[in-house]
């Protein structure tokens, strides 16, 4: 469902340009779970921002479900990666003026999702804080606001959830607790997952795991 062909990608500073890919190839298949590993700076996170169109390759080309990137205006490109990408960050991300109910509503209102507000009651139940409706994001505890934002990436069934170290703000029996929500709810929903992360236990859930190194994943 997802593939990378070709990539090259390079950052300018000054005078001097870092080459993060010259010639990158990934291919994902529907519902497989993949990790990928890497050191500080290696490119991890800006292989999920390409495989979200966040930012551009200088070449190659991007798929997700045939849909190239290239082929898509920036308003299209917006609204693709809208109704079909999820996603999950280290520092959570969330509005803090918004109570959890409103914050997992939000991709909802963006996509048109049908009936968003007992959808996102549903999900917040599903991650045992259908007693938080409420609290705001300075009222939860991190793991509660990471659940936030596990049932905010899905509320709209999105195609693919990209994952940045979702456990790496959490001490470890919290980190575990909420991997086990993350991992129950997209086998349940038969979602692709791309997780980036530095735990070799996090990453042993998945069903492949690639190691990022010099600009090639192996």
């Known amino acids: 469902m997802l593939e990378l062909k070709s990539l090259k990608k390079a950052y300018h500073q000054g005078s001097q340009s870092i080459e993060i890919f010259e010639n990158l190839n990934f291919h994902v298949k529907r519902g497989e779970r993949v990790a ?7 490119g991890k996170s800006t292989l999920l921002s390409l495989i979200s169109g966040i930012i551009k390759p200088d070449e190659g080309d991007i798929f997700l479900n045939a849909t190239a990137y290239k082929d898509l205006k920036e308003s299209a490109l917006n609204d693709f990666r809208a109704t079909n990408i999820g996603f999950i960050f280290q520092n959570f ?7 959890a109910l409103e914050n997992v509503m939000l991709p909802a ?5 049908s009936n968003p507000k007992e959808k996102a009651i549903e999900l917040l139940k599903s991650v045992g804080l259908g007693h938080r409706l409420d609290h705001l994001p300075s009222e939860l505890s991190g793991g509660e606001k990471q659940r936030v934002a596990i049932a905010r990436a899905l509320i709209h069934n999105p195609k693919i959830i990209l994952a940045d170290e979702p456990s790496g703000n959490l001490d470890e ?3 575990n607790a909420v991997m086990d929500i993350l991992f129950e709810l997209i086998k349940k929903n038969n979602t692709t997952l791309i997780l980036v992360t530095h735990s070799q236990e996090v990453a042993n859930r998945c069903e492949k795991t690639y190691e990022l190194v010099s600009g090639s994943l192996t």
């Open 93 to 99: 991300h969330l509005v803090s003026y918004l109570n």
């Open 109 to 113: 209102k963006v996509c048109k999702v």
């Open 36 to 42: 990928i590993m890497g050191k500080s700076g290696s």
């Open 173 to 175: 029996e919290t980190g």
